[in-house]
């Protein structure tokens, strides 16, 4: 099945930075979603976006909902090693029973 | 606090054996899923429900099958276990009315099959 594009598949960062994270589509989604995942876990929701252009924010995490509906960024501002984890964006159609569309998930990794 | 329990955090298996994974939502919700994740192959959908006694396939259905005889119980069978199902499985579920906010997660079930 389909999925979107995540890339790199991890990524390493200081304790302190801030670091983005981009999700594309080839097609336009109606929802964008952004998961977390600790080692060991399910993920968890951190954001969901409904509205082309929406920016919304969770703490240190912004997260924007791409003019064109075919992408995503979510942002972390002053990582903490408690930031570390599997991130993944999905997207969603409208409809009820319409499923989710995953990327692969970027592993992230703070260096304290 | 609403919750997907997934039965075991950790199983381990014999190549052959019929395996039984238990996925318990308590919101009420119409849908139902299973993935398995794999490092560098994200989530793939293997089978999902979206209502009682139904079932349709994910991605990846080969050597699996899925029962739902309660809203609330979807369970995710192994039919003959094999090595190459090692892997991580993860149970969600989501409501088919009101504002779409996604999946809620179980913790995930690590199989290791022997």
């Known amino acids: 099945g389909q999925q979107l594009n995540q890339s790199p598949q991890s990524m390493f960062i200081q304790e302190g930075e801030d670091v983005s994270m981009n999700c594309t589509s080839s097609?336009?989604?109606?929802?964008w979603l952004w998961y977390k995942q600790d080692p060991g876990e399910g993920p968890v929701l951190l954001i969901a976006?409904?509205?082309?252009?929406e920016l919304t924010s969770n703490g240190r995490l912004t997260a924007q909902f791409g003019i064109t509906r075919k992408d995503s960024f979510l942002n972390i501002s002053a990582s903490i090693p408690s930031d570390v984890g599997i991130y993944f964006c999905a997207g969603q159609r409208t409809g009820a029973n319409s499923k989710l569309t995953f990327g692969k998930g970027i592993t992230l990794s703070v260096r304290p | 606090d609403v919750k997907v329990t997934q039965s075991s955090r950790y199983l381990v298996k014999r190549t052959g054996e019929k395996v039984f994974l238990e996925c318990v939502q308590d919101m009420d919700h119409e849908n139902m899923f299973w993935y398995r994740q794999d490092p560098g192959l994200g989530l793939r959908l293997i089978y999902f429900?979206?209502?009682?006694?139904?079932?349709e396939k994910g991605d990846i259905p080969e050597g699996y099958s899925v029962s739902r005889e309660k809203k609330e119980r979807f369970s995710l069978i192994l039919e003959s276990a094999s090595t190459n199902q090692t892997s991580m499985y993860l149970c969600a579920s989501s409501s088919s009315t009101g504002l779409v906010h996604g999946y809620t997660f179980g913790s995930g079930t690590r199989l290791t099959v022997v």
């Open positions: 429900s979206y209502d009682v006694k139904m079932k």
């Open positions: 097609s336009i989604f109606n929802t």
């Open positions: 976006l409904y509205k082309a252009g």
